[in-house]
């Protein structure tokens, strides 16, 4: 957590990580205590941070044995008639955002790759890219593929990639909301996150960087295409 404004950034972080489904629908936080240790904030200052949280309808808690705080907030869907709506202040940003992320995100999948990657964490990759491939097709896919995303930044054990990474993500989530899912454009993410996958798991960061470059090419293709 940075700067004075403690409460705007935690609610800020917070609702990030339930839009990229870090914490999926349906998903409980984790206990204030420990919450409030991994954001590094006093515990009142989560208390309201939570408290706007659950005014904007992304979570509700309960008290008592066996309650806590679950997501409710529900994936969005995906608009065609998003992208007539945006204005060009935003196409800019977005854009920008688009060459942003081809910087950020190979050199993020090059050094995850570079790890030395014990079985826990090999673990929570199998699993990120297990439950992309199971989200093929639902309205799930969309935060399943920033949760690969972000599992590999996490990988790489540096704050500064994994807040770019996850300011990045945060963007493109946005971008790809504005335009149709076509199946045809999941299926060919789909072998290429199976390649950057395959290469972060063997060891391999030039393989790891250039299967990413050729993911974010194609991706700011279709969306400068369709997005104008």
């Given at each position: 957590m940075r700067g004075l404004h403690a409460f705007e950034t935690c609610v800020e972080q917070l609702a990030t990580a339930i839009r990229l489904g870090?914490?999926?629908?349906?998903?409980?936080?984790?206990?204030?205590?420990?919450?409030?240790?991994?954001?590094?904030?006093?515990?009142?200052?989560?208390?309201?941070?939570?408290?706007?949280?659950?005014?904007?309808?992304?979570?509700?808690?309960?008290?008592?044995?066996g309650g806590g705080t679950v997501v409710t907030l529900k994936p969005r869907t995906p608009s065609a008639r998003a992208a007539a709506r945006i204005s060009e202040k935003k196409r800019r940003d977005w854009l920008d955002a688009l060459e942003y992320r081809r910087i950020v995100e190979p050199g993020a999948a090059a050094?995850?790759?570079?790890?030395?990657?014990?079985?826990?964490?090999?673990?929570?990759?199998?699993?990120?890219?297990?439950?992309?491939?199971?989200?093929?097709?639902?309205?799930?896919?969309?935060?399943?593929?920033?949760?690969?995303?972000l599992t590999i930044a996490a990988l790489t054990d540096s704050p500064r990639t994994i807040e770019a990474v996850t300011s990045v993500q945060a963007v493109l989530h946005e971008m790809l909301l504005a335009i149709p899912v076509m199946p045809a454009n999941i299926s060919h993410s789909a072998r290429q996150h199976a390649a950057l996958y395959r290469a972060i798991r063997a060891g391999k960061p030039t393989a790891a960087r250039r299967a990413m470059e050729s993911h974010c090419d194609d991706t700011a293709a279709l969306l400068r295409g369709l997005l104008g």
């Open positions: 870090v914490y999926p629908r349906g998903s409980t936080l984790p206990p204030e205590r420990d919450l409030a240790e991994m954001m590094g904030v006093s515990r009142a200052t989560l208390r309201e941070a939570m408290a706007a949280l659950r005014q904007a309808g992304l979570v509700e808690t309960t008290r008592g044995r050094l995850a790759a570079s790890r030395e990657l014990d079985d826990v964490r090999l673990a929570q990759l199998q699993q990120a890219h297990d439950d992309l491939v199971a989200a093929a097709g639902t309205p799930e896919h969309r935060q399943a593929d920033s949760r690969f995303h």
